[in-house]
């Protein structure tokens, strides 16, 4: 499998597919990509296509992450998206998962790369601030 090619600024230029389009990474929360059409309904979607994945955090982050939260504790099917499926929506919903269970972000990280990819929050700025909650 490649290596993610990262520009210093933190950008990421390429990262290898995952092997599924999405996954279920906690029950009613989803994580996929955006390069193929879903067969699977979800009761809600977060795109995350056209948010930034740079060097800094997405300004809507802790908006978007109480919006996730509320709807998988309303038991709601929860689809985070974005390109590939796993930066833009893996700091989602790492930082949501965190959330949901009271697990730290080390945890959570390790978790999402063992049951998505192991390319997962590549941007080196999103996979650090999953590692430093708590």
Not at 34 to 42: L, P, V
Not at 107 to 123: E, M, Y
């Given at each position: ?16 597919p ?6 279920e ?8 990509g ?9 009761d ?19 908006r ?28 989602v919903?790492?930082?949501?998962l965190?959330?949901?269970t ?33």
């Open positions: 499998m490649a290596a993610p090619i990262i520009t210093a600024d933190g950008r990421v230029l390429y990262a290898p995952p092997a599924r389009l999405a996954d990474v906690h029950p009613g929360l989803w994580m996929g955006s390069w193929a059409r879903y067969t699977e309904a979800f809600a979607e977060y795109d995350r296509r056209r948010t930034e994945d740079g060097p800094t955090l997405p300004t809507d982050l802790g978007v992450v109480a919006q996730v939260v509320a709807d998988v504790e309303a038991r709601r099917k929860v689809l985070v998206r974005c390109a590939m499926g796993l930066n833009r929506s893996g700091l919903v790492a930082v949501a965190s959330h949901l009271g697990v730290s972000g080390m945890d959570v990280l390790a978790h999402l790369r063992r049951v998505r990819s192991p390319h997962v929050c590549c941007n080196p700025k999103f996979a650090e601030y999953v590692r430093a909650m708590w």
